[in-house]
């Protein structure tokens, strides 16, 4: 009897929790933003968009499990507005990426973990909405590719500067 309320009282706590998930998620994303939001400096705030990113793609995730396609699509083309706007308020401030990479190496690997999850999203979804998503991965793929160009400028046959 005793086992019975265990397992009855485990699956209540994972309905309860299942239920919260979307809530604690768009709570995360709230949090995150105001962070971001507030932040002046470029280098911090695309320290501060990493944990955006992460919340907003889980976000689009969680919307496009539940059919929601179009919040889905809203979230991550906000997204990638935010990266876009970030990486030319780093590439503005004149830092050299591959001298100090502060904010830019940030930045290019929360871009390469968000765009694995992207592919895993785009996967899941009904080939019909499929290259909605797409045009947003690539433009993502696009400032990742910028942001590599400049963390690492150095070309075969081209000596480096000491």
């Known amino acids: ?11 209540v706590a994972l309905l309860a929790f ?3 998930a979307p809530v604690l998620a768009q709570d995360r994303l709230a949090q995150a933003m105001e962070r ?3 932040e002046t400096d470029p280098v911090k705030r695309a320290r501060a968009l990493v944990n955006v990113g992460e919340a907003q793609i889980e976000l689009a995730s969680k919307q496009a499990r539940t059919g929601e396609f179009v919040a889905s699509l809203d979230t991550l083309t906000r997204y990638r507005d935010q990266v876009r706007q970030t990486f030319d308020a780093l590439k503005a401030t ?3 990426a591959e001298r100090k990479p502060r904010g830019f190496k940030e930045l290019q690997i929360s ?20 290259p909605f998503f797409r045009e947003i991965r690539g433009n993502l793929s696009d400032v990742q590719n910028a942001l ?5 400028p150095r070309r075969f046959g081209r000596p480096s500067n000491p």
């Open 36 to 38: 971001y939001e507030r």
């Open 1 to 11: 009897m005793s086992s019975a309320r265990t397992i009855l009282g485990i699956w």
């Open 94 to 96: 004149g830092i050299d």
């Open 148 to 152: 590599i160009d400049a963390l690492f």
């Open 111 to 130: 871009l390469r973990r968000g765009i694995r999850e992207i592919d895993h999203l785009i996967l899941s979804l009904p080939t019909d909405r499929r």
């Open 18 to 20: 299942s239920a919260c």
